[in-house]
Every structure is written in C-alpha cells, then in structure tokens.
C-alpha cells in the first residue's frame, strides 16, 4: 500500500541538504517506532542506502521491518525525500509501501481501518526525524 507525508522545514533547504547528506547507509540498525494509539513502541530493523543529490532534491532510500514477531507487523520500503522550494525554503516527504502485517487479514483490515494508523504512524516518525534534522543538539 502507498503512503506517504510530508512537512516544511524550519530550516533552509541548504542547511537542510547538508544534514541530510551526512547520513551514512546503514544496515541493521534497531530503533523503536511508536505504535500509533498505544504507550509502547515496536523495534524495527533500518536498513539506510546511498543518498542520492540532485536537482533540488535529496533522496534517502529506507526500508525496515519489524523484529519478532515480524509477519504480526507491516514492513516498508521508502525514500526520505527532502525538495527545495521555489523560495529556497525545505519539504521533507517520507513516502513509499508498506505491507500490512498478517497476510490477507492484515490487507483487508488495511482498507478499513488500518491504512490510517499507518499513515498516523508515517506522520509522527517524518515529524520525529524533522524535529531532529531541524535540532540536532537535541536528537541525543
């Protein structure tokens, strides 16, 4: 299923950029994502490819599923996207697919109810890495 986010910087874009090119690919890298709706969060492997710049745009390839039990949770394949504007200000899109958790159930509780936790979820984590690509001194 498609998803995706976006939110405008505080930050100009070339600061932006900068930030986001230092990003380093990584595999296997285990962080909590929160679970829309509930106190708790799920570790996650993070898998971070090669950044790719160009032409106003910079692109993050990420993709991460979920820990044991990973088939009771939705895997995604994406890009952090960040995209100049036309006022040198910045937009930082998270989009890509996921795959919702549990087979054939998992898709047809996707499309009544589901696929909104999971766009809840997408926005808080683009807010997240937002807040801490804007405030980096406070990500620790």
């Known amino acids: ?27 296997g890298r285990r962080v909590s994502l929160p679970v829309v709706g509930l106190p708790v969060g799920k570790d996650v492997e993070v898998e971070l490819d090669e950044v790719f710049d160009g032409n106003g745009v910079v692109s993050l390839p990420v993709r991460w599923k979920a820990t044991w039990p990973s088939a009771a ?4 394949d994406g890009e952090l996207e960040l995209t100049r504007m036309i006022d040198g200000s910045a937009e930082l899109w998270l989009l890509g697919r996921y795959q919702p958790p549990l087979g054939a159930i998992g898709r047809a509780l996707d ?3 589901l696929h909104t936790l999971a766009h809840d979820g997408v926005r808080q984590l683009l807010d997240t890495i ?11």
């Open 1 to 27: 299923m498609y998803i995706d986010a976006c939110t405008r910087l505080e930050l100009p874009y070339d600061e932006a950029r900068q930030r986001l090119l230092s990003v380093q690919p990584e595999n």
């Open 130 to 140: 937002a807040s801490r690509l804007q405030h980096p001194s406070q990500a620790a």
């Open 111 to 113: 499309r009544t109810v």
């Open 73 to 76: 949770f939705p895997s995604f």
